[in-house]
């Protein structure tokens, strides 16, 4: 069957491509792909907040559709020139060659007056790694996912007196939560208005917006919890704690906390992506999370 790649149209495509992440998924129950939770923070978060803008990202998409006009590939970056995801329909994957070559002249960054491309990879997919050794990409980093059977008993998660964990509310000052998330990720506090538009994301929840507030009236930690009812999995992104609140299990609870919410809402699995922060990759494992997952970074100078 005839595959054509054309441009993303945000009009139409946004949401095709996240229904072809659920379709995916459906197909392979693991994360090759991204799933939905990345591509909503992508758009109304990464793009805006930390990325050039949401339009150059979407005019930085390309689509791969077959005969009938379904998705089967897609090629973007994360809001950042110089990093190339592939979105593959697993019975497309011939495709992959001809995705990178397309990412290596359109989504490339310059360093050192050099054009490079990175592209993420799967430990045990030997077809990428053949696809990528044969253009003269190298290891340069490792990222992992996590998975969560929330068939498992929940273990207790007890706070420490005087802290208090529970959903944002409509009435709490959004500065207090953007002030916590730039702390947790030493950067600085992002804009209140950059967050509401995170807000606006199709899979964010007010509900599910969880913050443990200290005993000073601060948000010491938060998680956002994100939910595809289709699939019935659910997915931590982020999580963090304020450096001045670490190492009192308030993490922990946030987990904790999102387990129930999720097995209330008929999921059945939960994931987490981390890279190689050891403190964070040991809260996950002693909360039951199994890595699913190892993803490599590969990278060329074009």
Known sequence: MSVQSRPYDPASDFQRV????????QLTHMPYNWLIER????????????GSGTQHWEAEIRLWENAAGDIVGVVNHEGRLGEAFLQIHPDYRHLEAEMIAWA??????????????????????????EVLQGRGYEHVGISRKFVRSLQDPIPAAPLPNGYTLRSLRPDD????RCYVMGRAFGSEPLPVEIY?????????????????????????????????PISKIGMYEPVGTDPNYQRQGLGRALLVAGFQLL?????????????????ANRLYESTGFDLCLTEYLWRKTL
């Open 18 to 25: 996240r229904d072809f992440l659920i379709h995916t998924y």
């Open 39 to 50: 591509w909503d923070y992508c758009k109304h978060f990464i793009t805006k907040f930390i």
């Open 104 to 129: 290596e002249e359109n989504i490339y960054e310059t360093v050192d007056n050099h054009r490079q491309l990175s592209v993420w990879i799967f430990g045990d997919d030997s077809h990428r790694t």
């Open 173 to 176: 000052d959004l500065a207090k």
């Open 196 to 228: 509401q538009m995170l807000q606006q994301a199709q899979g964010y929840r007010l509900e599910r917006d969880l913050i443990v507030e200290a005993p000073d009236g601060n948000f010491a930690a938060f998680t956002l919890v994100w939910y595809e």
């Open 263 to 279: 097995r209330g809402l008929g999921a059945t699995h939960v994931y987490v992506g981390t890279g190689t922060a050891i403190p």
